[in-house]
Nanobody, 115 residues
Framework: QVQLVESGGRLVQAGGSLRLSCVAS????????LAWYRQAPGKQRELVAR???????HYADSVKGRFTMSVDTARDTSYLQMNNLNVDDTGIYYC?????????WGRGTQVTVSP
């Protein structure tokens, strides 16, 4: 069983930065597929960043150049560094781990960007 816990979300002004963390515990896979998603109020959950098992990272067009996803395997933690935030980045941010045909989700952390 895998558990994912996100943290780091809070209220921030537009133009500011945040770093989100996602700590994994339980069964740790050697090369899982890791991703960050977000869900804005009234909208569907969308992919923000994804790190494949081959360690290639892909970003949504809306966050390219502003967000950076990284992974610390020694700490079983993935990070999402978010810079130059804008109000459209507001939402609940979730991390996901995919391995052995299973998807595991955290409960999310709220990011609110004020004008």
């Amino acid at each position: 069983q895998v558990q994912l816990v996100e943290s780091g979300g809070r209220l921030v002004q537009a133009g500011g930065s945040l770093r989100l963390s996602c700590v994994a515990s339980g069964t740790i896979f050697v090369a899982p597929d890791l991703a960050w998603y977000r869900q804005a109020p009234g909208k569907q959950r969308e992919l923000v960043a994804r790190r494949t098992p081959s360690r290639t990272t892909h970003y949504a067009d809306s966050v390219k150049g502003r967000f950076t996803m990284s992974v610390d395997t020694a700490r079983d933690t993935s990070y999402l560094q978010m810079n130059n935030l804008n109000v459209d980045d507001t939402g609940i941010y979730y991390c996901k781990l995919s391995a052995s045909d299973h998807d595991y989700w955290g409960r999310g952390t709220q990011v609110t960007v004020s004008p």
